[in-house]
């Protein structure tokens, strides 16, 4: 059996990451990059798919793992019978190549461990070539060559299908042990790991420390908030700007279940939120870098605007699969690259349309060419927004009416008629001021049910969407009209053990195969904002704080939630949670303390 998602903790050097587990083993890592194959894969499948696990040789357990304070710094203790240790890890922030520092300190007694290294190259199949050089190990396969050195003294076991090394702490000791790739062409070690790893160490805290004080939230969820900014700057891809979803691909919604997703890469339906919880933070140069991906990510011909881009801005994600690998607790097939590249979604040109208006307002540079952009993608809009798309969640083969879809078109049109009026550039306002009062006409009109007094999820359906929770939040209509209010009541029947679905059950979908899905973190999170929006305040909070009871131990939340078996789902940790608990802890702090000046004392 696999360990639980929510075992697992994120290190990071800011082009790709390793995922940790509570019984001190890597069991996810993918070199030189977050899309790169994984040479680490026991999370999808066993120990012989690779892993590198340390830990102590009589078992032990871990009694408790922490991030060290505003940092991405890992501490887990151990407790044995002969004595206690402490396994610090971290990635220090890429200066050249990728390296995983994994520091030992005895604490008490004496404690002999183990540290056992199994490299899977080319997605946890693949055997290397492994031989010593120098003080070095060194496994290569292919393109890549992974080193392993230690600082101290180490007892090799000889193990022909890993580098299995013994040694011992006592009270006082430590001992480093550094992981590093390069390309198998090179014939030496990576610079970096001449490096100390107590040096490693302390620059690799003070980075982190640095970069969380310029945190503008003082609110009453700090430390939630800064371990959810910590977690987004992790999955940044630091040279282009962008932002992965997620480091993992295949963790499934539903433990079994096909359903399994690579999410290693960017999607445009996160860029709004994405610059928005940025800015609102303090991270004005990691919001200029993210607009600066997203607009050469799109350049060209909007017709060819894709739901989902790579690291880079790549366009060609081409979807695999790998029969050899079992898949997280037998969910398969396990998937590699995306699909989504070909899925047709209106949603993203309001996606983008509001993302360079927030980015404008904020006062971001934006090179002249953009505004030909803008009026490309409205070209486009003008033609097609009438026609059924895919939807927000991606629907399999389907194309409907989504009023998600409309609602973001009229985005689109909205955004665009205000940068031109901040811009002096007029000359297509009427034709996109005649588009956005059709657009929301018919909204309100065919996404609108009358009996039920809620928007539904697409015209002619009876079907519920937790997307209608962001009309208010997108501005196309008002939080105390009542059709708002009327969606808010009636997506609570969406509510599932205290959070909240993406959409009403259905036989007919997909995921009904597989036996349904839990609910979505930010879903449950959108929820909260929404009755804060309504004036239900005190339940917002509650909504909230569920959300914050079901990280992990150390701050991290997956996708999805199941509250029937208090598990977390699907891939982990999800950009999109995170983002939405900084958006709500925002407002729900900027809620209460207008509250409390009360509603005439203004906003400060």
């Known amino acids: 059996m696999n360990a639980p998602i929510e075992d697992y903790a994120l290190i990071s050097d800011l082009e790709t990451a390793a995922m940790v587990g509570r019984d001190g083993s890597v069991d996810w890592l993918c070199l030189p990059r977050f899309d790169s194959p994984a040479c680490l894969a026991a999370l999808l499948g066993t120990e012989d798919n690779g892993r590198w696990r340390l830990a102590p040789l009589s078992g032990g357990r871990c009694i408790r793992r922490s991030y060290r304070a505003d940092t991405l710094v890992l501490d887990s203790v151990w407790e044995t019978p002969t004595g206690s240790v402490r396994v610090t890890d971290l990635m220090p922030p890429r200066a050249d190549v990728p390296c995983i520092v994994r520091l030992v300190e005895g604490l ?24 010593d050089v120098g003080h070095f190990t060194v496994a290569i396969a292919g393109p890549d060559a992974v080193w392993l050195g230690c600082d101290g003294h180490v007892r090799d076991r000889g193990d022909e299908d890993a580098t299995v090394w013994d040694f011992t702490v006592t009270a006082g000791r430590r001992l480093g042990l550094t992981l590093g790739w390069t390309p198998s062409h090179r014939s030496a070690p990576p610079s970096p790991m001449s490096v100390p790893a107590e040096t490693a160490l302390k620059e690799t805290a003070d980075f982190w420390r640095r970069w969380a004080a310029r945190c503008r939230y003082q609110g009453p969820w700090r430390d939630a908030v800064v371990r959810s900014l910590i977690t987004l700057k992790a999955l940044t891809y630091a040279p282009t700007g962008a932002i992965v979803a997620a480091p993992t691909t295949s963790l499934p919604g539903r433990i079994g279940g096909r359903n399994n997703w690579d999410y290693r890469f960017c999607w445009l339906r996160d860029s709004t939120r994405t610059l928005s919880c940025l800015l609102r933070s303090g991270y004005r140069d990691e919001a200029t870098a993210w607009l600066d991906w997203l607009v050469r990510a799109v350049a060209g011909d909007p017709a ?115 940068m031109g009026e901040l811009l002096g550039r007029n000359g297509s306002s009427g034709e996109w001021q005649a588009m956005r009062e059709e657009v ?32 208010p939040r997108v501005g196309f209509l008002p939080a ?35 036996g349904g899905e839990g609910t979505f973190v930010s879903c449950s999170l959108w929820y909260a904002d929404a009755l804060a929006a309504t004036g239900h305040r005190q339940q917002a909070r509650e909504a909230f704080e569920r959300v914050l009871a079901v990280r992990n131990d150390v701050g991290l939340l997956a996708e999805q939630w199941d509250p029937d078996t208090g598990r977390q789902l699907g891939n982990a940790p999800k950009a999109f949670s995170h983002i939405a608990l900084v958006e709500t802890a925002f407002g729900l702090s900027a809620s209460s303390a207008w509250n409390r000046r009360g509603p005439g004392a203004g906003r400060g």
């Not at 039920?452 to 209608?468: E, N």
């Open 440 to 471: 929301h006409r018919q909204v309100c009109r065919e996404g609108w049910d009358t009996a039920r007094r809620t928007f539904v999820q697409s015209y002619g359906a009876p079907g519920l969407d937790a997307s209608s929770l962001l009309i």
């Open 108 to 131: 008490t007694g004496t404690v002999d461990l183990r540290s056992e290294l199994r490299l899977r190259f080319h997605q946890g199949r693949v055997v290397p070539w492994v031989r």
């Open 304 to 418: 060819d605007l894709q739901t989902v881009y790579g690291v880079k801005g790549q366009r060609l994600l081409p979807e695999t699969e790998a029969p050899w690998l079992p898949g997280y607790e037998g969910s398969q097939p396990v998937r590699f690259g995306t699909s989504a590249v070909s899925t047709f979604q209106l949603d993203v040109y309001g996606e983008v349309m509001d993302t360079l208006w927030l980015s404008l307002r904020a006062g971001i540079p934006m090179p002249a060419h953009v505004w030909d952009l803008v009026e490309s993608l409205m070209g486009f809009l003008q033609r097609h927004w009438r026609e059924p798309d895919q939807g927000l969640w991606q629907e399999d083969g389907t194309r409907r009416q989504f009023v998600h879809s409309k609602v973001m078109t009229w985005v689109a049109a909205d955004r665009a008629l205000h």
């Open 480 to 514: 105390h009209d009542e059709r708002v209010r009327g969606t808010v009541r009636a997506l609570g029947r969406l509510g599932h053990g205290g959070f909240l679905r993406r959409y009403a059950p259905d036989d007919t979908r997909p995921e009904a195969a597989d």
